[in-house]
């Protein structure tokens, strides 16, 4: 995935998927619908409010406090936990056959009771519609759906799939009412109805306004009494002056990077009360892509001159104002089995003789022509900055004559299918938090990618072997063969790791527990005095 808009905490335990799941107590002490009204502003559009068509961050970030789903992921957890459901696992000690018991006393916020019936209903609601911009894709791999009674569903799946629970724990799992819902086309109502914890009350093109459900029944205790979105449609300048007019109390996703950094150095609000920005773990990434085919890019001593020239660090200071991080692995820094084979191999800084040296040994001694592609409309507008500096890093080196151009997102997608570019850029912004999200679609035919990049001991082996690892703590060993196999061949570059914020004013609290790798928003933490 994700085709969106965009794209430190320490390493967190992973998920042993054929474990048994059990619902957990919660030790938060605040009562259900405290609190005041908070109010939210965000650069990026939300999609579509019907789980079976949206598949971007502000979709998704509607689904995960709208509906639940079987699972979720706790705050600060990567390995999922009930939801909906009361226990969940694999049959047999297998990773086949996913059987969940739900809940007692479900119910939608409409007051409808929710039974395995509209679990089945969602899933293969979402899988028959299939929609182009839906995450049907994440559902693939479920052959069956057995609901023997009321309080339970049995999937059976085509191929073992350990990541099954981190799946089905994301938006791609959300629970809808069979009765609210057409079964064959997506809702176009601007209407939700779900069992999450709040209720969608309005939806419009400029905001969307959320309360409490008084029908939720789970382990979430919301600090708020509602919540309130304002789009600002990606203008980011607008954004921020809502923060500093105090007309909106939060920004998350789509501040720019000099905005943020400028905000976090001690501002303070038209009404005099300090502005503080909150910072958490980041698993979007971004990478520079190089076709195989192409008759430069497919050359592995240029792919490697690259990546012993492009100087990452400058990259994150000089474009990003310290809002990233370098990412020297297509796993990122908090996903379990991370590495950092492309530091090994290639350094942290720039290394021209090295790549002089790789260029002559391959008998290339002219200077390479290259042109890097960006489409800001898609990756936001420092990418062509980003872009225009990998450019002139390569050139300081006397190794290239390199350029940058930039395209519009819809004409840039069709000529990477035209296999036109032979350097490109592409980020990536995870479905869950397990390394298989960032390796399984990025290899093999029809890859997310569209790199021309094949490797047998990668698609053959190390992922059909990874995805069946019920115990994912067993998987490092293969997925750090798998990166040092892309460090080798690189066909493509791991260029920065994004570190996430929310910029608020100082009486809003809890917005650290929305900041984790998991990507998951929680409008119940949030609180405002």
């Not at 405290?34 to 079976?52: E, H, I």
Request: proline content about 5%; glycine content about 10%.
């Amino acid at each position: 995935m994700r085709r969106r808009n965009q794209w430190l905490a320490a390493p967190l335990g992973a998920a042993t998927a054929a474990a048994l799941l059990s619902g957990c107590g919660s030790d938060e002490s605040a009562s259900a619908g405290s609190g005041q009204t908070v109010v939210m502003g965000m650069s990026d559009d939300v999609q579509a409010v019907d789980p079976a068509s949206g598949y971007d961050p502000g979709s998704w970030l509607l689904f995960n406090n709208v509906f639940q789903s079987l699972l979720h992921f706790p705050k600060g957890s990567t390995t999922p936990e009930p939801d909906a459901a009361q226990e969940c696992g694999f049959d047999g000690g297998g990773s086949r056959v996913y059987r969940c018991t739900l809940r007692s006393g479900l119910k939608f916020s409409n007051g409808n009771d929710l039974t395995s019936e509209d679990v089945k209903f969602s899933f293969e609601r979402t899988l028959k519609i299939n929609d182009d911009s839906g995450p049907a894709v994440m559902l693939t791999n479920i052959a069956s759906m057995d609901t023997p009674d009321a309080q339970t569903v049995v999937f059976k799946l085509k191929t073992p799939d350990a990541t099954f629970p981190s799946k089905i724990a994301s938006g791609a799992g959300s629970i809808v009412d069979h009765r609210e819902y057409p079964a064959d086309k997506v809702r176009t109502d601007g209407k939700a109805v779900g069992s999450g914890v709040y209720m969608l009350e309005s939806f419009g093109k400029d905001s969307a306004k959320f309360s409490v459900s008084k029908t939720y029944k789970g382990e979430a205790k919301p600090k708020n009494t509602g919540v309130t979105m304002k789009f600002f449609h990606n203008d980011q300048a607008a954004l921020k002056k809502a923060i500093e007019d105090g007309t909106v109390d939060f920004a998350f996703r789509g501040l720019a990077a000099k905005d943020t950094a400028d905000l976090g150095a001690g501002a303070t609000a038209g009404d005099g009360s300090q502005i503080d920005v909150v910072q958490g773990a980041g698993a979007e990434v971004e990478h520079l892509v190089f076709n195989m085919n192409d008759k430069t890019a497919g050359q592995l001593a240029i792919r490697r001159a690259v990546a012993y020239l492009v100087d990452r660090e400058a990259l994150v200071r000089e474009v990003f104002a310290g809002t990233a991080i370098p990412l020297y692995s297509i796993i990122p820094s908090g996903i379990s089995a991370h590495t950092t084979p492309f530091f090994d191999k290639y350094g942290g800084s720039p290394q021209p003789d090295k790549a002089k040296q790789v260029l002559r040994k391959a008998g290339i001694t002219d200077k390479v022509k290259l042109t890097l592609w960006s489409t800001p409309s898609r990756y936001g507008p420092s990418t062509d900055a980003e872009l225009g500096l990998i450019a002139k890093q390569l050139n300081a080196s006397g190794l290239f004559d390199a350029d940058m151009k930039s395209v519009e997102f819809e004409q840039y997608e069709k000529d990477i299918a035209a296999g036109k570019y032979g350097v490109y850029v592409k980020g990536w912004v995870p479905d869950y938090p397990d390394p298989d999200n960032f390796t399984q679609p990025f290899f093999g035919k029809d890859n997310v990618l569209g790199n021309n990049y094949e490797n047998d001991a990668i698609n053959g082996g190390i992922i059909p072997k990874t995805s069946a690892a019920a115990d994912r703590t067993q998987t490092d060993k293969d997925y750090t063969k798998l990166q040092d196999i892309v460090a080798d061949d690189v066909p493509i570059l791991p260029l920065w790791q994004s570190k996430q914020y929310a910029v608020a004013r100082d009486n809003v609290t809890g917005l650290q527990w929305s900041l984790d790798a998991s990507t998951v928003f929680r409008f119940w933490e949030i609180s405002k005095g």
